[in-house]
Each structure stands twice: as C-alpha cells, then as structure tokens.
C-alpha cells in the first residue's frame, strides 16, 4: 500500500470546473433549443384553437340569427302560416262568388 491518493479523475479541481462549465453551457443552449421547439408548436397550436373558435362563434351566430328569421316561430313562419290561410279564405270566397252566379 502506498500513501498517495489515487483520484477518480485525472487533472486539477480547476480543469473539472471548467469541464463541468463547459458541460453546463452545452446542456443549457440544448434546452434552450429544446424549449424554443415547443413554444412554437404551443404558439401555432393556439393560433389554430383561436381561429376555430372564431369560426365556431360565426357559425352560432348566423344559426340564431337565421333560425330568428326563418324558424318555426319567427315572424316569417307565422306570415307564412297567416298568408295561407287568408289565401284558402279568399280561394273559398271566390268560389262562393262563382258558385252565387250560377243559381
């Protein structure tokens, strides 16, 4: 056995520091890298989401706005439904009118 100090690595305390700075650097700018990659695709995934949601709203709101003009119970509808029976009332009258020549 002998009395010097076997280390695990060769070098000086200020070559390890300054290996391990190094590592560090290289490890921060790939996760730096790393992070940019994903806060882009996050970014475009929020555009995309934000679009839809745009489109989605329109689409609502063009459905309320025609299903108040032109749906069951809108204004139009009961028109309609008026305009049909006064349109069965006057064919009837009319009718009648012919039918009172006749006799």
Same mark, same amino acid.
């Given at each position: 056995? %002998? *009395? ?7 070098? @000086?305390?200020?070559?390890? =520091? ?7 650097? /290289?490890? #921060? *700018?790939?996760?730096? #890298?790393? =992070? ?5 695709? /996050?970014?475009?995934?929020? +555009?995309?989401?934000? %679009? ?5 709203? /329109?689409? +609502? ?12 119970? @809108?204004? @139009? ?10 349109? /069965? ?9 012919? +039918?009172?020549?006749?006799?």
């Amino acid at each position: 056995m %002998t *009395d010097e100090k076997t280390t695990r690595r060769p070098g @000086s305390r200020a070559e390890r =520091i300054e290996e391990l700075r190094r590592r560090g650097e /290289i490890e #921060r *700018d790939a996760l730096t #890298r790393g =992070i940019a990659g994903l806060r882009g695709a /996050i970014n475009e995934k929020k +555009a995309l989401w934000k %679009t839809v949601g745009w489109i989605v709203g /329109i689409a +609502a709101a063009a459905g309320t706005v025609g299903y108040k003009l032109f749906g069951k119970h @809108s204004l @139009s509808a009961k028109i309609g439904r008026v305009t049909n029976v006064a349109m /069965i009332l006057f064919g009837l009258g009319k009718a009648a009118g012919k +039918a009172r020549k006749f006799l």
